[in-house]
């Protein structure tokens, strides 16, 4: 069962301008990373950023920030400051539901588009 | 550091031939993981190893095979190769981590398979 549910198959932003990509999961693991990689045209897996469940503070990392939100097990990228460079899928990931930490479950992506 | 190497990058195959994907990674990373991406999806696990010696299948495991016999390689055999398996490869790697959290992935730069 897919335990991982990305809701926007495709997000548009204009140069400069924010936007959000949303995530939800389900685990049964109480203590866990959440990832948000970014995959290019290229097709190359980058981590663009991490969340430790266990901690209350958002991530950040320059301009990407995630909304945390354990209790409803969401968790949002938000990029600011859009550039041309940031057009690419994005795909969300977090452990699955029984199966322990070893695994990633990994969403079925949200294709960013940017405009100038 | 090279990171996660995958070999080859593209590769035709006619239906029923064999052929092995080659996953080298010079982190010292025990746990390795194949997926697959099949277009405009997500990632989905085949199998994945958490050392040297072990492996475990993954959602997808039909049609494939691994092994594990270093710590730094973990080809992935394809028998009897069927259409139903064109799709892109990637291989990754993590560190163990601490306590029982999962750790960043680390993605090769897949390699992109065609069955006719």
């Known amino acids: 069962a897919q335990t991982v549910t990305q809701s926007q198959p495709e997000m548009s932003v204009q140069e400069a301008e924010t936007v959000t990509l949303s995530c939800t999961y389900d685990?049964?693991?109480?203590?866990?990373?959440l990832f948000w990689y970014k995959q290019p045209p290229s097709r190359q897996m980058i981590l663009v950023i991490r969340?430790?469940?266990?901690?209350?503070q958002n991530a950040t990392e320059n301009r990407f920030s995630v909304n945390f939100q354990k209790a409803a097990k969401s968790f949002s990228l938000k990029i600011s400051d859009s550039q041309l460079g940031d057009a690419a899928m994005y795909f969300c990931?977090?452990?699955?539901?029984?199966?322990?930490?070893?695994?990633?479950?990994f969403g079925t992506g949200t294709r960013l588009l940017v405009s100038p | 550091n090279a990171g996660v190497t995958q070999t080859p990058k593209f590769r035709i195959l006619k239906i029923g031939q064999s052929m092995t994907l080659q996953c080298t990674q010079d982190?010292?990373?025990?746990?390795m993981y194949w997926y697959r991406q099949d277009p405009g999806m997500g990632l989905k696990l085949i199998y994945y190893?958490?050392?040297?010696?072990?492996?475990d299948k993954g959602e997808v495991p039909n049609g494939y095979n691994v092994s594990r016999s270093t710590t730094e390689d973990f080809p992935l055999r394809l028998e009897l190769a069927a259409p139903s398996q064109t799709s892109v490869y990637f291989c990754?790697?993590?560190?163990?981590?601490?306590?029982?959290?999962?750790?960043?992935?680390?993605f090769g730069p897949g390699t992109r398979l065609l069955v006719l």
């Open positions: 982190m010292n990373h025990n746990y």
């Open positions: 990931a977090s452990p699955p539901m029984n199966t322990g930490f070893q695994k990633l479950v």
């Open positions: 190893s958490v050392g040297a010696g072990i492996t």
């Open positions: 685990t049964s693991e109480s203590d866990y990373y």
């Open positions: 990754a790697s993590r560190p163990t981590g601490t306590g029982v959290r999962q750790e960043t992935q680390y």
């Open positions: 969340q430790e469940a266990y901690k209350q």
